[in-house]
């Protein structure tokens, strides 16, 4: 499945609660899901375990618009939360946002960064790329949507941050989080200077003339008295 065809098949469901759920994923090897948004009441869905879990194995389903077939209707939407087992490879549960395309809709969206290792900060100064994030929040009409996001760290200098206003955004696309203002410009990547090394411990300073070293344990003193 290409990025540019996500497609899930999907069947209702009108049973309902967590026991349904359980025997939807120990009998049928399928989990429950919810379609909800652009006004419209939520519909309980079935989808297959094995197609859900191929689809989010490519980075590019939780940032673009899936088709869902939903008894042979076809429904445009977006991943908005998906529950995975504690300790298992599995997907227990996931939610999904009807999309319109004239209404904006807010997405989490991956950074991609580039030239990491042409870096200045790292080439030259030394130093090492510490990420503080790895995805942002976006909103944009859901033709607009990108895949991911570039952050080119090619000329980012030892020392230097890079914030959300430095990342070139795609046409269409804001960042959610500068629309509330200058204070949430929050820092995105860093080049930090390499760690100073630890010197090695020198030998310990000899004692001063006239004294002497306190006898090893097990050594009887020069000066300890005759029975």
């Known amino acids: 499945m290409s990025a540019d065809e996500f497609e899930l098949n999907c069947s209702t469901r009108t049973d309902l609660g967590k026991g349904a759920s359980r025997r939807l994923r120990r009998l049928n090897n399928d989990i429950p899901a919810v379609l909800y948004g652009s006004g419209k009441d939520p519909v309980s869905l079935t989808i297959a375990h094995k197609d859900i879990f191929k689809a989010t194995e490519n980075e590019a389903f939780f940032s673009h618009i899936i088709t869902l077939n939903v008894d042979n209707k076809k429904e445009k939407a977006v991943i908005k939360a998906l529950q995975r087992h504690p300790a298992k490879h599995l997907i227990m549960h996931a939610d999904f946002l009807r999309v319109s395309d004239k209404q904006a ?90 760690k100073a090394e630890v010197e090695e411990p020198t030998d310990a300073p000899e004692a001063p003339e006239g004294e002497s ?15």
């Open 105 to 194: 809709i807010t997405v989490k969206v991956p950074l991609h960064f580039l030239n990491e290792e042409k870096c200045v900060g790292v080439k030259i100064g030394g130093g090492n790329i510490l990420k503080t994030l790895n995805e942002i929040d976006v909103s944009c009409l859901p033709g607009d949507l990108p895949e991911y996001i570039e952050v080119d760290m090619i000329e980012v200098d030892l020392g230097d941050t890079v914030h959300l206003s430095d990342i070139t955004l795609p046409k269409g696309v804001t960042s959610v989080a500068l629309s509330h203002g200058e204070e949430s410009d929050h820092s995105v990547v860093t080049v930090a200077a390499p």
């Open 213 to 227: 070293e306190a006898p090893a344990a097990g050594e009887d003193s020069e000066e300890e008295s005759e029975d």
